[in-house]
Nanobody, 119 residues
Framework: QVQLVESGGGLVQAGGSLRLSCAAS????????MGWYRQTPGDQRELVAT??????DYADAVKGRFTISSDNAKNTVSLQMNNLKPEDTAVYYC??????????????WGQGTQVTVSS
């Protein structure tokens, strides 16, 4: 079993910055993907950014403002969010895809952290 613990959400004014962090622990043989998603009430969870083998990808809405990074030795992933906008307000979830010795993969989600951007 794998546990994810997120931290770093909060309230910030438009134009401000926040940094989210997620630490994975437990039975981890390998990590195939780490990423951040977000969800607002009534909407589906949407991809924000992912990092796979050092390559990062971003949703168009956050390109140039958000930066995802990972520390594979510590099984952590972070999301630096700059120039935040009110439309970035959401619950942000960390996702990790873990590989097993048997070649299977399982995805795990963090508990979610609220990011609120005031105008």
């Amino acid at each position: 079993q794998v546990q994810l613990v997120e931290s770093g959400g909060g309230l910030v004014q438009a134009g401000g910055s926040l940094r989210l962090s997620c630490a994975a622990s437990g039975s981890i043989f390998s990590i195939a993907l780490m990423g951040w998603y977000r969800q607002t009430p009534g909407d589906q969870r949407e991809l924000v950014a992912t990092i796979i083998g050092g390559r990062s990808d971003y949703a168009d809405a956050v390109k140039g403002r958000f930066t995802i990074s990972s520390d594979n030795a510590k099984n952590t992933v972070s999301l630096q969010m700059n120039n935040l906008k009110p439309e970035d307000t959401a619950v942000y979830y960390c996702k990790v895809v873990v590989g097993t010795r048997g070649g299977n993969q399982f995805q795990y989600w963090g508990q979610g952290t609220q990011v609120t951007v005031s105008s």
